[in-house]
């Protein structure tokens, strides 16, 4: 019999058998986290030729052998090891839990940042409002809550924003820098890894950070330590607060991964704070990972997942966005696109905006 094409052709047996890993997915997720942190998937890595035995796993890493082959008789049904005989070996999936950057900068940052605030995913649907972040204390959006975080909260938060950003900033600033801009506004600049680089790739740009004091105060820190304090300076602002405008003269504006921060209705409202301080000639760059332009399933999965932390955690109202809802953003806020390059970094957009006359 020829397979169906139909999206959902799955035998009933299949998809009841998916319908449970749903059913255990925390529980998987937790026993995934275990394994590699406790040492285990990196010592049957060691073992690959021949895999090892749970008692030898137990003995090397002085963990109880009860524990040991409960985690890992999961990882046999998750895929993350398989047995011959009575040994352990790691599969490609386990391989990938253990050594995978973006794997490990993804998990880190579910299970420190997200996975208790998800209990409350329903009331943050209902409400409209991050109802998870009270798990961590009463704000309005994590990203006042931020520089107060618990130290691993933060670190995993950081660890999972520079992951994507890091990547994308080396490819970014040539096309950025062939315009030669020599005042260029960093819009949420959070640490100051982009006003750094930026710095540090043309000697005679100046930049200014905009953002919320907490950010700021670690921005200063990290440019002090960079010895840019000449170069790179900051303004307080609260982009969603209509009592102060960016500052004028800019040649560029530079928003990364910050409208995805924000709901659609707010985009539009920033984009034309800016837009209001901008020239006729002066760039505005939007680099965003956009869920609909992955070459990957992998990547657009963990986009379309990352919108969920927005909904429970962030601020209750933004996500990973289509590009045609930028389009629509970009358009409301009076301004018109120039540029649109894909490809940048692991899975950004560039897109570089003017004033529409």
């Known amino acids: 019999m020829q397979k169906s094409n139909k999206p959902d052709s799955k035998s009933a047996l299949e998809a009841k058998f998916d319908a449970q890993k749903i059913a255990f997915a925390p529980v998987v997720f937790q026993v995934a986290k275990s394994l590699r942190d406790l040492g285990i998937l990196e ?26 082959k409960v985690l890992l008789e999961l990882g046999v049904s998750a895929e993350l090891v398989y047995l011959i005989e009575d040994r352990y070996v790691l599969t490609k999936t386990g391989f990938f839990i253990l050594n995978d950057p973006l794997t490990r900068a993804n998990m880190d940052f579910i299970h420190d940042v997200c996975y208790q605030g998800l209990f409350h995913l329903t009331e943050a649907i209902q409400e409209g409002k991050p109802a998870g972040l009270k ?26 924003d520079h992951y994507y950003s890091d990547q994308a900033f080396p490819e970014a600033l040539p096309l950025v820098f062939k315009h030669r801009p020599r005042y260029l506004l960093d819009v949420g600049g959070n640490t100051g890894k982009w006003a750094i680089a930026c710095a540090n790739y043309d000697p005679d740009v100046k930049i200014t950070i905009l953002d919320l004091p907490g950010q700021l ?24 607060g209509n009592n102060r405008s960016f500052p004028h003269g800019a ?20 984009l034309r704070m800016a837009g209001s301080s901008m020239a006729a000639d002066t760039d505005l760059y939007i680099l965003e990972p956009f869920w609909n332009r992955q070459r990957f399933e992998a990547a657009k999965f963990s986009l379309q997942a990352t919108s969920i932390y927005f909904t429970c955690m962030a601020n209750g109202d933004s996500k990973m966005y289509h590009s045609d809802d930028m389009y629509t953003c970009v358009e409301k806020a009076g301004l018109m696109i120039l540029e649109d390059i894909d490809d940048i970094g692991v899975c950004h957009t560039l897109l570089r905006c003017r004033l529409k006359y």
Request: net charge negative.
């Open 43 to 68: 010592l049957i890595f060691k073992h690959m030729d021949d895999g090892i035995y749970a008692n030898d796993i137990s003995a090397s890493l002085n963990l109880n052998l009860y524990g040991v």
């Open 135 to 160: 798990v961590f204390g009463e704000w309005p959006t994590i990203y006042q809550a931020l520089s107060s975080l618990p130290p691993s909260v933060r670190k995993s938060w950081f660890a999972f």
């Open 217 to 240: 105060n670690n921005a200063y820190n990290n440019i002090s330590d960079s010895g840019l304090d000449h170069r790179i300076d900051g303004f307080e602002i609260d982009l969603l």
């Open 251 to 270: 040649d560029a504006i530079w928003m990364s991964q910050l409208l995805d921060c924000f709901s659609e209705y707010e985009i539009v409202h920033i």
